[in-house]
């Protein structure tokens, strides 16, 4: 499955942005999807992840109440909603999709997945 990730762009602090994951190549809903967030410097972290059919989803707690994942299996894409943005929201964007079998449906692990689409660049302004 090929990702192609978009949405990325500068806001104010207290703003919104939907970020989307475009799916290709593959079957949509045998993936589970993740997002991740890297700074130049540090590692690549969890942002959140939503589990095959959507019915499961995981947060970081830094973005829990700000954030929404979803997907739309049916137009093979997953959005992530950002509202009330910080400036330590500011990070290169990355989707990731796998298609192993985990008991709890998404993972949140960086090695548990094996295919990333490109990076897309948030910038919160203060």
């Known amino acids: 499955v090929q990702l192609q990730a978009s949405g990325g762009g500068l806001v104010q602090a207290g703003g919104s942005l939907r970020l989307s994951c475009a799916a290709s190549?593959?079957?949509?809903?045998?993936?589970?999807i993740g997002w991740f967030r890297q700074v130049p410097g540090k590692e690549r972290e969890f942002v959140a992840g939503?589990?095959?059919?959507?019915?499961?989803?995981k947060y970081t707690d830094s973005v829990k109440g700000r954030f929404t994942i979803s997907r739309d299996n049916a137009k093979n894409t997953v959005y992530l909603q950002m509202d009330s943005l910080k400036p330590e929201d500011t990070a290169v964007y990355y989707c990731a999709a796998d298609h192993k079998i985990l008991t709890a449906q998404v993972s949140s692990i960086l090695g548990d997945y094996e295919y990333w689409g490109q990076g897309t660049l948030v910038t919160v302004s203060s």
């Open positions: 190549g593959g079957t949509f809903n045998r993936y589970f």
């Open positions: 939503i589990s095959r059919g959507g019915g499961t989803t």
